[in-house]
C-alpha cells in the first residue's frame, strides 16, 4: 500500500462513535504522518514512516507523499519509462479523487514527470494504495459509524477520545469534529510487537489548488502502464 | 488425383481435389503435369469485399492431368482446413498449475490439460532473456526472433531510438523511420493470400501488441493508432497484405478507432475509422446483444466492446461486453461458413495483466475464462470437422510471470464462494498437532500460496493476514521486489496441441519454430 498504508487501523474504525454536531468548516489541507514498527523475534525492530499531504474539497482529494529533497533527486534520476507500456515509475505519484453525486469515483494517478494523468479503473485502486474507501480516506475515520460510540474524553477544544479493545490490539482515536478529521489514531498490539500512529495536523492550503494545473496533461489508462 | 494449383500475388497454394489429408497433400505435391489459366482474384475470394490493389492482380489456376478447371464444382470438395491458434498472454506453467488448482484441484483437469500434444517453448527475444508479448507472439506468427516492443519486423529492427526515446508520439502514432527494418509475413495474412477467412479475437485492444503481431507491421507497439489503421480496408496506411480484410474481429480498444474530438478518442488524423469499417463493408457490433445477433453469414464483423482492453472476467457485465467464449463462439461460428478453412487467432489478453498487478484471483479467473473459450472452440470444431482431421488447434503463451506456488502447503482442493483454495495461506500437510494450521515466517506471520518474485506489494512489516483477505478479488500478493508492476518472467511456457499436425509439437523448441511447423501442418507454403 502506498497512499493508505495503514489499512488495518482504517477497517478498525466503524467501531467508533462521534457525539457533537459540527458547526465550522472542515479543514481543508492537512499533513498527515505515518509512522509503524514491528519487533521481530530475531530481536529486529523495523520500522516505517512518511508523510502526505491532503487537500480536501467536499467532493475532491488530493493525496501527495511528500519526498524529502534528496530523495526526490534520487527519484528524478530514475529512469521513467516515457509513453511506453511498461517501466513506468509512478512512486509516490499524487492520487486525485473526485466523487461526484451519486457517489462515484474517479481515480487519477498524477505523473509530474511524463505530464500524465492515469486513470484508475476499481480493478488497480489497490495497485495504487487506494482502497476504494472515499470517507475514510478524505477524513482518515469514517464519522458516521463513529457514531456507535461513545468518547472516553472530549477536551476542552471539543477534541473527542475514543478507545477501544480489538483482539490484541488497543486503540486510542482523536476525532476533530470541528475539522472533520482524525487528528491522531494510535494502534498497540498488547504483546508490544507492534505498533502503528497516524498524526494529522492542519496546514494552509495552497493558493492554487493542484487539480487546477492539469490542463496540459495527457490523459492515460492504468492499463497503459502494463505489458 | 485432381490437383489445383492457385498462384495469388507470388504465393502458391496447393489444394487437393479430392482426399483431403495432409498425407494426401503430400502426395499431390509431386504432381509433374499441369496446365495453367488465369481467373481475376475476386473468384478465388470467400468474400464479396472488392479486393484491394495488392490481391486484385491476375492469378494463375494450374490444373493437373486433364481436369479442366471448370469441372472443380463436381469433382470432390476441397478439404477445409483450419488452425486456431490461441494464446493466454503472460499464462506461465506456474499460472496454469495455480488455475487447475482454483477450478478443479490438483487433480483435476481444466481444457488445456486434456490436450494430446505437447512442447516446451523458448521465449526469450533477439535482444531480452525475458520478452515482452510483441515479439514472443511475433515469433509465433512470423518465424522470425525480433527486439522487444518490435510488431512483425525483421530482425534487427529498433523500438528505440540510440538516445532511448521510443519511435512513437504521445497520441500513440508510429514514428518508425524509414530503414528501421521491413515487415515480415505473418501467418494470417499468408492464410488470407491463399484464400482462408481469418479472424482476430482478443480481451485487450485489438490494437494491443498480441493481436497486433497477427495483422500489423510496426517497430513499436505502442503506435496503436498506426495499427489500427493497418486494419481498415482502402484506407490510408492499409496494410495490403490482408486482402479485402480480416473477416472477424473482435476486442476492445474503441479509442484508437475513434477520433480525438469525440468523448475517449484517441486519434490526431481525425479518422474515425469505425465509419471506415463499415464503409468497407464490417457490420459492427458494440455489445454482446448485438454480437450474437449478429448472422453467421455476416461477411465482415467488427467488434469492439471498451474503449480501452475489455474488463475482467470478474468484472465483466455480461450485457455490455461478452465473454472470450462468446467472442470466440461467433467468430467460428462465422469463419466456418466460408467456402475455406481460416484461420483464428483468439488471445486471453488480461491474464497478463492482472498478473502485472499482482492480482492473482483475476489472473487466474480470466485464464479460467482462456479455458473456457478453448473447450467451446473444441467443442464446436468437432461438430465442424469431426476427429479435427483438418483443424490444427494450438493453445501456448507467449510467456511467463514470476508467480510462485510457495511452501509445503497441503492440498487445498479447488476454490469456492466460502473456500479460498490456491487463494489462501500455505497450511500444514503433516499429520499432528499443526495440520491444517498456517505455517509461519521467521517473524510468526503466515504467508499466501501465490506470491510474486516482484510487484507493487512488499509490505515493509509482514502482518497476520488472513485467507478472506488474501482470497478477496482486489488482494495483491506480496513481492519480493518491490516494483510498481510486476515484471514478465524468463520461464519456458507450455504449448498444447491437437487435431491436424498436433504431433508435430514436442520436446523443447524455440518460439520462431512454432510458425514452420503450423504451416507443415496445413501444408502451406
Given amino acids: ?227 | 488425383m485432381k490437383r489445383l494449383t492457385v498462384t495469388v500475388t507470388g504465393l502458391t497454394l496447393a489444394m487437393a481435389l479430392a482426399g483431403c489429408g495432409s498425407d494426401n497433400d503430400k502426395k499431390n505435391n509431386s504432381s509433374k503435369s499441369s496446365s495453367s489459366v488465369s481467373v481475376a482474384s475476386s473468384a478465388l475470394a470467400s468474400s464479396s469485399t472488392p479486393a484491394t490493389s495488392s490481391s486484385a492482380a491476375s492469378s494463375s489456376i494450374k490444373s493437373s492431368s486433364s481436369a479442366p478447371s471448370s469441372s472443380s464444382s463436381s469433382a470432390a470438395p476441397v478439404a477445409k482446413k483450419n488452425v486456431l491458434f490461441f494464446l493466454g498472454d503472460g499464462m506461465g506453467i506456474t499460472t496454469l498449475t495455480a488455475m487447475r488448482i482454483y477450478e478443479v484441484g490438483e487433480a483435476g483437469s481444466i481444457t488445456i490439460d486434456t490436450l494430446p500434444e505437447s512442447a516446451f517453448v523458448r521465449t526469450y527475444s533477439e535482444d531480452g532473456q525475458v520478452t515482452d508479448s510483441a515479439p514472443s507472439m511475433a515469433a509465433y506468427m512470423t518465424g522470425v526472433k525480433m527486439k522487444n516492443e518490435v510488431i512483425s519486423m525483421s530482425a534487427g529492427t529498433n523500438a528505440y531510438r540510440p538516445d532511448g526515446s521510443q519511435f512513437v508520439d504521445a497520441s500513440g502514432n508510429s514514428t518508425c523511420e524509414a530503414g528501421n527494418g521491413k515487415a515480415v509475413p505473418t501467418l494470417l495474412e499468408l492464410m488470407k493470400a491463399k484464400g482462408y477467412a481469418t479472424g482476430v479475437v482478443s480481451t485487450t485492444r485489438i490494437t494491443h501488441a498480441t493481436p497486433a503481431t497477427t495483422y500489423s507491421h510496426v517497430c513499436n507497439r505502442n503506435g496503436e493508432n498506426t495499427i489500427a489503421a493497418q486494419m481498415v480496408p482502402n484506407g490510408a496506411g492499409f496494410n495490403a497484405a490482408l486482402g479485402n480484410g480480416i473477416d472477424v474481429v473482435l476486442g476492445g480498444g474503441l479509442r484508437h478507432f475513434l477520433p480525438s474530438t469525440v468523448s475517449g478518442g484517441r486519434r490526431t488524423d481525425s479518422r474515425n475509422l469505425v465509419e471506415e469499417m463499415k464503409a468497407a463493408g464490417y457490420t459492427y457490433a458494440t455489445n454482446t446483444g448485438e454480437l450474437l445477433a449478429a448472422s453467421n453469414a455476416t461477411n465482415k464483423l467488427l467488434g469492439l466492446f471498451h474503449s480501452s482492453d475489455m474488463s475482467y472476467e470478474l468484472d465483466r457485465n455480461p450485457i455490455a461486453e461478452p465473454s472470450l467464449s462468446e467472442m470466440t463462439g461467433k467468430a467460428i461460428d462465422i469463419l466456418s461458413q466460408r467456402d475455406k478453412g481460416f484461420f483464428l487467432m483468439v488471445e486471453g489478453g488480461r491474464i497478463d495483466h492482472a498478473l502485472h498487478a499482482s492480482n492473482a484471483k483475476r489472473a487466474l479467473v480470466d485464464g479460467i475464462a482462456f479455458d473456457n473459450a478453448i473447450k467451446l472452440a473444441l467443442q464446436k470444431m468437432e461438430a465442424v470437422d469431426p476427429g479435427l482431421k483438418n483443424t490444427l488447434v494450438v493453445v501456448t503463451a507467449d510467456h511467463d510471470h514470476t508467480l510462485v506456488i510457495n511452501g509445503y502447503a497441503e492440498r487445498t482442493g479447488k476454490t469456492t464462494d466460502n473456500h479460498a483454495g490456491v487463494l489462501g495461506l500455505v497450511k500444514s500437510y503433516a499429520n499432528g498437532p499443526g495440520k491444517g494450521q498456517p505455517t509461519t515466517d521467521v517473524n510468526g506471520n503466515p504467508y499466501t500460496i501465490l506470491a510474486f518474485g516482484n510487484g507493487p506489494n512488499r509490505p515493509a512489516t509482514r502482518i497476520a493476514l488472513d485467507e478472506t483477505t488474501t482470497s478477496g478479488k482486489d488482494y495483491l500478493q506480496e513481492a519480493v521486489i518491490q516494483l510498481d508492476s510486476e515484471t514478465h518472467g524468463g520461464g519456458d511456457v507450455f504449448l498444447g496441441a491437437k487435431g491436424l499436425g498436433a504431433e508435430n509439437f514436442h520436446g523443447v523448441i524455440d518460439n520462431v519454430e512454432v510458425f514452420g511447423l503450423i504451416k507443415k501442418a496445413i501444408n502451406l507454403e
Avoid at chain 1, 494523468?117 to 482518515?140: P, R, T
Wanted: aromatic share 8%; glycine share 8%.
Fill in chain 1, 1 to 227: 500500500m502506498k497512499k493508505t498504508g495503514f489499512g488495518l487501523l482504517v477497517l478498525l474504525l466503524p467501531l467508533f462513535v462521534i457525539t457533537h454536531q459540527v458547526q465550522a468548516a472542515p479543514a481543508d489541507a492537512l499533513r498527515v504522518d505515518y509512522h509503524q514498527w514491528k519487533l521481530g523475534k530475531d530481536g529486529i525492530r523495523q520500522e516505517m514512516s512518511y508523510s502526505e499531504l491532503l487537500y480536501r474539497k467536499p467532493d475532491s482529494l488530493w493525496i501527495e507523499r511528500e519526498i524529502p529533497e534528496a530523495a526526490q533527486h534520487s527519484h528524478d534520476d530514475h529512469h521513467h519509462g516515457g509513453l511506453g507500456h511498461k517501466h513506468a515509475d509512478v512512486t509516490g505519484a499524487p492520487l486525485w479523487i473526485v466523487r461526484d453525486p451519486q457517489g462515484k469515483l474517479d481515480v487519477k494517478l498524477i505523473d509530474r514527470h511524463e505530464q500524465r494523468m492515469i486513470e484508475i479503473a476499481e480493478a488497480y485502486y489497490s495497485n495504487v494504495g487506494f482502497d476504494g474507501h472515499w470517507v475514510e480516506s478524505w477524513s482518515l475515520a469514517d464519522p458516521e459509524t463513529l457514531q456507535k460510540l461513545k468518547p472516553t474524553k472530549i477536551s476542552e477544544n471539543g477534541l473527542e477520545t475514543y478507545e477501544i479493545q480489538r483482539g490484541t490490539q488497543q486503540i486510542t482515536l482523536v476525532w476533530n469534529p470541528e475539522g472533520q478529521y482524525a487528528q491522531s489514531i494510535t494502534a498497540k498490539d498488547s504483546q508490544g510487537l507492534s505498533g502503528r500512529t497516524i498524526r494529522a495536523s492542519e496546514i494552509t492550503a495552497p493558493k492554487t489548488l493542484p487539480w487546477t494545473q492539469l490542463g496540459n496533461y495527457l490523459s492515460r489508462d492504468y492499463s497503459d502502464l502494463l505489458d
